[in-house]
């Protein structure tokens, strides 16, 4: 095999009680990314469309995950990567995790898949640290596992794939503006009261085992954020109308996606997502801002690849 084109799609982390930790896969939205073997060895970006990226090797997220693959894995060939990168850089779904989980996927398999889909999320990770200035898993666990997925440890990278309960729609909404992961971390409070803390972890637990036993009700219950939102609702505008709006539309939890400033909102099937989307879009139409609005199944498959050649 000489060259594959794959789907790499965005995703949602935190899923507002598991900041880091948790995430969930999207499906109908991602970027196409195609990687063909070349004669002389290292990794080069070549035709880059839809967004403004990088093409300095060492600057592209995409680039800096395959390199780091590479460099465990050496090769007496390289590799071109183009992109057509349709998820937005800084939108809060996954953008830099697509683009690195996609390399790293692509090149895998043109050199016979030495690695699982597992292992490669570690070198997918040198790529999405240079994106956010920290290196966490919570976006590229469900783009290379699919479906829901749990880190246990960032630093060990102990990723674990959860089970999906069959009805869950996402519903995000993205308002047009740009937010940094760098940026939206920053403003985070290193440490966090014990009250909080045992707050969320009840919580994430429940949301794990709700996934398990496909409690829709418990689910409902443990998608709070007493940690990571108070903070970053400030960067997002309407953030806490929005919210209300979707909850009041039917939706089982909403919160912020990643570190926004798309907002999230998982439903029980597609009429009720639809109608929270609605909503949450009613009260960016009121502020005259754009926006764009995605429905999703949860993507249980994860990164596909659409060619090979
Ligand atoms: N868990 C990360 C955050 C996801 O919220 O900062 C975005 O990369």
New binding site residues.
Partial sequence: MNQIEIFAPGSV??ISCG??VLGFCLDPIGDIMRISKTKTPGVSIGKVTGQDLPTDPEKNVASVAAMALLKETPTEFGFQIDIEKKIKPGS?I?S??ASAAGAVFGINQLLGAPYTNNELIRFALAG?AI??G?A?A??LAPVLLGGFTLVRSNKTLDVIKLPNPSELVATVIHPNIELK?IH??AILKPTIPLNKAIEQWGNLGAFVSALYTDDYDLLSRSMKDKV?EPYRAMLIPKFEQTRQAALKSGALGSG?S??GPSIFALSRGMQTAKKVGEAMADVYKKLDLKHQLYFSKINTQGIKILSQL
């Fill in positions: 982390a935190n900041f880091d809060g996954g830099s995790a999405e994106a956010s920290a966490h919570d976006n992961t939206s971390r990571i912020i990643g570190s």
